[in-house]
């Protein structure tokens, strides 16, 4: 009896330290799925273990996806993941109202345009609306585009879309005519030579469907 108790705990710690192994040697990466991560991610830009002190904010990020070998399946390996706009809205305007000269921003985020609102006390309106642009750029996905204005008068109607969605009636429209009035305001300088300010593209392979502002 002794004997047989004295194995199954031998057995249990031998387990043990073999799970102790894998986990600090061999373990650093956590598969979900097609998924490989070096550790658990948190929400993105995760504001509140950055003023924490948070020690996980120190750990570089991985993120490996593979294609799913059965055949058939391929599509729930590679979705585009759908982004928080509003979480996205605050970095910006976080960031943006940090930048010299810059004292209030208010940022709208649809499914794929930016629209920001600033007040400054700037001299240089230019250089104020390109640093606040290229904010917003570094942050959104690179298929955005970024539209900026300093007019006092425009921010009661960027605020009025924050309740709205994709699915509001005529809202493409009316977003279109608000973004008309943005360009009035500087823009600040082309992002490249294939791009304009607002991060439009020319000779695009689907130039003839996208709806840019430059070609209206």
Known sequence: ????????CLLGILLLTGCQYDDNDLGMYKE???????????????EDDMN????????FGYV????????GYEKLSTETPA???????????????QLPNVQDVATLVTDDEVLIWYQTNSDNRFE???QVKKTAISVVPRYYHVYVTDNPNLIRQIESYSQMDTNSLKIDRSIDNLIQEMLKSPQGRKLNTGENENGEGYGEMNENLDKDMKDR
């Open 1 to 8: 009896m002794i004997k047989s108790v004295l194995s199954a």
């Open 32 to 46: 979900n799925g097609n998924t490989i991560n070096v550790t658990d991610r948190n929400e993105l830009y995760n």
């Open 52 to 59: 924490n002190g948070n020690d996980d904010t120190d750990h």
């Open 64 to 71: 490996r996806h593979q294609k799913s070998p059965v055949a």
């Open 83 to 97: 982004i928080n706009r509003e979480q996205i809205a605050n970095v910006i305007s976080t960031l943006a109202v």
């Open 128 to 130: 104020t609306a390109d």
